[in-house]
């Protein structure tokens, strides 16, 4: 018996040693020196890799990412609009182990990817586009994009100075429902005086009426998926229906420069108001050179290195970002660009948005 109990305690002990060393071998996830010094993988995926803005976006995070010990993978949907594509990034980054991923949705279809991502321990924000519902991704760094769409519309109002609005809104799709499309479209409308009904839905407001001192009539919401093309296409519909547009809000400041491309190749160019949001480099030249009256600046940048940081942070042990305070996101700022400015609607002009912008 003695002999037994003697050869149990020295195995007993040789396995504590054993698994001490193991300990001291791995180094020990405990080691605070050692989890500073961590490569952290994270990926970035936007919705596409040619919009100004996305590429921004892309900047942000490569050198918010050198700075914080960032393993970057750089990701996006073939097109605006390619939840698939964002799917497969969601799904990648899952399996090579990653700790956190910053996306902007294409749409409600990458949802039960970012659920089974969060599910796997990945801390997921979403940038520019806030998922439908907010709670999707644990926060959003974001431009308030109904106060950028609100900011045009006031500017708008007061360009008008009572004169009736014949108005068309080129918008971002009309066969998904997108959090940034319908919060800058019902923004504007709600800055211009109408009444919007359901600020989370385009197109159920009054076709006419009167919005503030000025009457009104709405004669398209036409998609334009964000690009050029799209913008000019639209355009060209909206025209069809109606010669005499006065007002033109676009999704963004490519859409912008197609839908003043169409105005003017139909000659209806001169003395249309056409504003949008965005406040990329390009943009602000259109601005500059009368292109676009106006349009409300956001910095995607920003966004893309508080979110590279944040989860650099979180996965160290740091804390969580937390909301704006009111909002459900957490608010990256806005500025209106024009240099037409509008007594009562704050705004920058050019020669300062040029050295904010990007792109």
Known sequence: MHLTTRKARLAVAASAVLGLLALTACGGSDDPAAAANEKIGVSLITKDSTNPFFVAMQKGAK?????????????????DGDEQGQVQAIENAIAQGQKGILITPNGPGVN?????????????????TPPDPADTVDITFAT???????????????????K??????????NDKVVSVDYNRDQGFLTGLGIDVKDPKKNGDEAKSGTAGSSSYSIVCNEPTQGAEDGGRSAMENCLTKNSNINVVYTINEPAAVGAYNALKAAGKAEGVLVVSVDGGCAGVKSVKDGVIGATSQQ?????????VESIAKIARGGEKPKNSEGLDFYNTGVALVTDKAATGV??????????????
């Open 63 to 79: 050198e918010e990412a050198t700075k914080n010990n960032v393993e970057l993978t750089v990701a996006s949907g073939k097109a």
């Open 112 to 128: 039960s990817a970012i659920k089974k991502a969060r599910d796997a321990g990945l801390y997921v924000i979403a940038l520019d």
């Open 144 to 162: 308030d994009n109904f106060e950028a769409g609100k900011l045009i519309g006031q500017w708008t109002a007061k360009q008008l100075a009572g």
């Open 164 to 173: 009736p609005a014949t108005i068309a809104l080129l918008d971002l799709f």
């Open 299 to 307: 910095y995607p940048l920003k966004m893309a290195a508080l979110g």
């Open 346 to 359: 704050t705004s920058i002009d050019t020669a300062k948005a040029s050295r904010l912008c990007w792109g």
